[in-house]
């Protein structure tokens, strides 16, 4: 069974930094790209942060900078340190991952930036 498991999510000042992580299990974590994404409400889920079983990442211009994603293929995790965090950062962040047609989804946590 697959399973996706977020944590550190929260509510934090403009400014202020986040780090969210993701533990897989079930699935040969080494050989699936992982990303975040992200979805507000009343918007459409979107990318934030991704990174191939190579450890290339990629990031949209939004987060470019603030965002860092990095994996730990010893530990099954993925971590999204997020900085310089703005009130449009606020969303449930969730963890992705993708392996040739297969894709995996956690269940969201809430981040939530706001003074």
């Known amino acids: 069974q697959v399973q996706l498991v977020e944590s550190g999510g929260g509510s934090v000042q403009p400014g202020g930094s986040l780090r969210l992580s993701c533990a897989a299990s079930?699935?040969?974590?080494?050989?699936?790209?992982m990303g975040w994404y992200r979805q507000a409400p009343g918007k459409q889920r979107e990318l934030v942060a991704r990174?191939?079983?190579?450890?290339?990442?990629d990031y949209p211009d939004s987060v470019k900078g603030r965002f860092t994603i990095s994996r730990d293929n010893a530990k099954n995790t993925v971590s999204l340190q997020m900085n310089s965090l703005k009130p449009e950062d606020t969303a449930v962040y969730y963890c992705?991952?993708?392996?040739?047609?297969?894709?995996?989804w956690g269940q969201g946590t809430q981040v939530t930036v706001s003074s």
């Open positions: 992705y991952a993708e392996y040739l047609a297969r894709g995996y």
């Open positions: 990174i191939t079983s190579g450890g290339i990442t």
């Open positions: 079930g699935i040969n974590f080494r050989l699936f790209a």
